[in-house]
């Protein structure tokens, strides 16, 4: 079993150590400060922390305005709650290719409690789809603070989400990140399941398990759904054979979507996809139950990488 991390309350005090030494930095966030953590940013740097009050729309604005003033804006709210400003993101963000970074938090099934109004299952999709976008979705706390000064030197558009609920640590000091570029946590050579997110940890857990019916699966750790990792996803089809994805998103238009174009253009192999499917999701106290009741279980991706082996 892995330990547990407080992943958002890391990414930020994180962030607010990171504006402490880039002045460029500033947050703007939509009255939700403190849920989404951007509090400790407020604390250290008062002068570069706006909140605009419930206003997702103006929040994006915003940071456009400060973009366009040479800062590096980080804007902050509820993954669920940023389809409230899709047009200001799309248009003013995307289309102008202005240098703002969006924090989706609370991302995926993460604010279980709060029903499908605030499950984010189809933001990778939406952002995914919006030219100039880089999309990011860090797997456990480590990866999650690592991935902030990469955001903030990259020049352009980006989105990464934050879970709020406890994720399990995978990685330690000496990992290394690099947007756009898949990292192989175990190796092997029957399947490869390609996950982020939460799924990640339950990919290695399913792993374990294939192992010992004697299939070898190989563990890809894709953290960067936009730019996908071409070159490590061709290696994967063509060493492997048979691809599982597994992501705490839509099985439409995410990491899932995102893998199966590709390999259908590049290298054609069996492709299973594990995640929500095609319907909303409902409340629940904590979170691994509603991934066990909505298709991401351990064992979902175990039987996912048996029928990707059979069909090869």
């Known amino acids: 079993m892995f330990k547990l991390d407080n992943t958002r309350q890391i990414f930020g005090e994180a962030l607010a150590e990171y504006g402490v030494k880039n002045k ?4 703007v966030t939509a009255d939700v400060s403190s849920s989404v953590m951007t509090t400790f940013f407020a604390q250290k740097n008062p002068e570069r922390f706006f909140n605009v009050g419930i206003a997702e729309a103006g929040m994006v604005d915003t940071a456009v305005g400060f973009a366009l003033s040479g800062f590096i804006p980080f804007a902050n709210t509820f993954a669920a709650l940023l389809l409230r400003a899709t047009e200001q993101i799309r248009t003013c963000v995307a289309y102008a290719n202005t240098n703002v970074k969006i924090v989706g938090s609370f991302a995926g099934l ?3 409690k709060d029903g499908a109004t605030h499950h984010s299952i189809m933001d990778l999709a939406v952002f995914r789809a919006m030219p100039n976008m880089t999309v990011i979705v860090p797997s456990d706390s480590i990866e999650a603070r690592k991935m902030i000064p990469l955001m903030a030197e990259l020049e352009g558009p980006a ?11 995978i990685f330690d000091e000496s990992h290394k990140v690099e947007i756009g570029k898949g990292i192989t946590v175990r190796d092997g050579n029957d399947v490869s399941i390609i996950a982020n997110g939460h799924l990640l940890s339950r990919a290695l857990e399913a792993a374990d398990k294939l192992s010992s019916q004697g299939i070898k699966a190989r563990v890809v750790n894709m953290h960067t759904i936009k730019p996908l990792d071409m070159p490590l996803l061709r290696k994967c089809a063509q060493e492997t054979g048979a691809i599982v994805t597994a992501e705490e998103h839509s099985i439409i238009g995410g990491l899932g979507s995102a893998v199966a174009e590709t390999i259908a253009d590049e290298n054609p192999v069996p492709v299973k996809r594990v995640g929500v499917a095609d319907k ?10 509603l991934l066990d009741k909505y298709g991401m279980a351990v064992d979902d991706i175990v039987k996912a990488a048996q029928q990707a082996v059979k069909q090869k």
Request: aromatic share 8%.
């Open 110 to 112: 993460s604010d279980a």
């Open 24 to 27: 460029k930095v500033v947050v």
């Open 280 to 289: 909303f999701t409902e409340s629940s106290k904590e979170l691994d139950p």
């Open 159 to 169: 989105y990464i989400r934050i879970s709020r609920a406890e994720m399990p640590i």
